[in-house]
Every structure is written in structure tokens, then in C-alpha cells.
């Protein structure tokens, strides 16, 4: 497997997200299914591993990744988030999101961050968390004052590395200065790009980039049909037109085609050659699909494909949005 670099951390060219292997989701899953997918995940070359406390019930997802995770510990970096699981008394914060229950509610008090990251710990079976991000900015906290608990959990050796998730250039910028950020997740795939000043922010502190549904919550694969009960994707409003923007997609499935490889390949293939610091972190349930998207990390797209995989993508005109925060 290819290697990147997240600031000073060195992870697979693809890492793989866990969030699809909780219940609730994707509809239902059971664990021996989560850890399988794991396992292929780090068998096939995979050593970022991607969570949060908010996926799941209760810290579900991270105590599966901690299974799956026990006897290779020392050979991945775990990434987990922060910032949903607020503690019983204490006030949730509202922001707007464009899903179509309206918005989502963290709290990120300095006060705070240590019990989060203590928990994750127990939840992980684990001494460290190696990548830790607040999953979502708080709208009534400054990143500084978060970013600087994040800090004392590094010094004191909880935490390896700083991560941002969500968040805009300004706020990266702000964070920086109070201490190094390795890795700033955001969302990106074919259907839907990351601001320009986001990726510039990044350049300019030597941050990477961390590819959340870079599949596009799996539609890119080309395979999604329809969506079943129990699935998160019904709240996403590209999903509410899946037919027609299915039609739309098909002239990029065809240079998948022509290509001898699967457009989830395709998907990850061009995301990877968008820049050079980029680490998408693709989920999946199937062993054989884990495998097949690492693949992705050896596949090689010549300048030619990637105009042609352009020119099909302004085409397309997908129907609805794909950004979760809207116009923000």
C-alpha cells in the first residue's frame, strides 16, 4: 500500500471510515460483520482507521474498532472524534446542517475534552488515540479554547496528533496558532469539492486532508439501487433523486468501464490524484468491496482520463445538495 503524509503522521494512501459499521446507519449490521471488514481493511494494507464517539449507540463504533483493532494496535493509527456524546447536564449546541432532520448538536468546552478523550480511551481499549478531532466546530465555543484542551491531552500523552474536522480556513488557521493540526477532514468526492481556501489553509500549515464519504455515502460505487429502512442516507437530499441522478452519473461509470475497473476504483483513484497530502477514508461492510476500494491506492490515472473524468463530472449536474452545512 502507498504511504501519505498527514503533517508529521504517515498513513496509508487510503485509509477506511468505520461509521458504516455500526447499526443505524447503513440499516443493520451485526459485529462479527464490522470486524471482518475491519480485518480485511488491515490485512490489505490499511492503517488509518477512522471513528467518533457519535457513531453508533453509547461509544458502539469505538469499542468495535478496539476489538478489531487489539492485536495489530501498535502497527495503525486510530482516528476517533469528539464533541456528541455531551455528558448528561450539560448543553447541547444547535447548528443547522443541510440533512433533512435540520441539525446536529455537540459541545465543545475546553471543560469537557479531557472526559471525552478519556472515555474514547476505555471505549477503544487503548493508552492512545493517535489522530483526535473535534467532529464538528462548536457554535458557541472559539477552535482556540478547544484546540488548547486537545493540546494538554498531547503533552500529557493521551494524544498523538491534533485533527479538525468540518471546519472552515479561518478556523484552521486560528487553531495552528494555538498548536500544530496534522490533519483536517472534510468532505470530498466526485459530487462534492472542498473550498479552494479550505485546501490553501492546509498548504500553507503542512496540514493533510482527510477524505470523508469519498464515495459519496457509497452512491459513486455506481451499486445503489434504492435505500432501505433504518438507512442514514435518507436524509440526504442527493439520495431523494437517486434514480435520476443515477442517469446523470453513467457517462463516469462508463470511463470506469472502459478502464477495466470499478467506478468505486475510479472514484478513489481521482480523489487521490486531486493532491498529494488527500487520504480518503472509504467505508464498507463487504470484505471483498474493503479490498476492492484499497486497490484504488495502485491505480494510476493519466492527465487525458482525468480531463475526461472532468469533463463528465461538469456534465452531470447532480440533483440536490451533497454539502452538509449548505451554503455556509
Known amino acids: 500500500m502507498p ?3 498527514l503533517g508529521s503522521l504517515t498513513t496509508s494512501a487510503l485509509g477506511v471510515g468505520a461509521m458504516v459499521l455500526s447499526p443505524g446507519m447503513y440499516g443493520e449490521i451485526d459485529d462479527e460483520r464490522g470486524e471482518a471488514a475491519l480485518r480485511a481493511a488491515v490485512d490489505a494494507g490499511a492503517t488509518l ?15 468495535l474498532v478496539g476489538r478489531a483493532l487489539a492485536a495489530v494496535r501498535d502497527d495503525v493509527v486510530i482516528a476517533t472524534k469528539f464533541g456528541f456524546r455531551v455528558p448528561d447536564g450539560e448543553p447541547a449546541h444547535r447548528f443547522g446542517v443541510s440533512m433533512e432532520f435540520g441539525e446536529l448538536a455537540v459541545n ?20 492512545r488515540i493517535d489522530l483526535y478531532y473535534p467532529h464538528f466546530p ?34 484552521v488557521r486560528r487553531a495552528h496558532a494555538v498548536h500544530p493540526v496534522s490533519a483536517v477532514q472534510t468532505q470530498w468526492a466526485m459530487w462534492h469539492r472542498p473550498d479552494e481556501d479550505l485546501v490553501a489553509a492546509c498548504d500553507e500549515i503542512g496540514a493533510g486532508l482527510v477524505a470523508w464519504s469519498p464515495l459519496g455515502s457509497g452512491f ?22 437517486l434514480q435520476e441522478n443515477n442517469d446523470r452519473y453513467a457517462p463516469v461509470r462508463a470511463i470506469a468501464e472502459d478502464l477495466g475497473i470499478s467506478p468505486a476504483q475510479l472514484a478513489l483513484a481521482w480523489l487521490l490524484a486531486q493532491h498529494p497530502h488527500v487520504v480518503p477514508i472509504p467505508g464498507s461492510r463487504a470484505p471483498s468491496h474493503v479490498v476492492e476500494n484499497l486497490d484504488a491506492a495502485r491505480v494510476v490515472l493519466d492527465e487525458s482520463t482525468l480531463a475526461r473524468i472532468d469533463e463528465a463530472l461538469a456534465s452531470a449536474g447532480f440533483r440536490g445538495t451533497a454539502d452538509v452545512f449548505g451554503d455556509r
Not at 462548536?138 to 468540518?166: I, K, Q, Y
Open 108 to 127: 465543545n468546552d475546553p471543560r469537557l475534552v479531557r472526559g471525552y478523550a478519556e472515555q474514547s480511551l476505555r471505549e477503544l481499549g487503548t493508552d
Open 220 to 241: 459513486l460505487t455506481g451499486a445503489v439501487a434504492g435505500i432501505g429502512e433504518g438507512d442514514f442516507r435518507q436524509n440526504l437530499e442527493r439520495f431523494s433523486h
Open 49 to 63: 482507521v477512522d471513528t467518533s464517539d457519535g457513531y453508533g449507540t453509547d461509544g458502539h463504533n469505538e469499542r
Open 3 to 5: 504511504t501519505r503524509t
Open 138 to 171: 462548536d457554535p458557541e465555543v472559539p477552535v482556540e479554547d478547544t484546540v488548547g484542551a486537545v493540546a494538554e491531552l498531547v503533552e500529557a500523552g493521551l494524544v498523538r496528533h491534533l485533527g479538525l474536522s468540518n471546519v472552515d480556513a479561518d478556523q
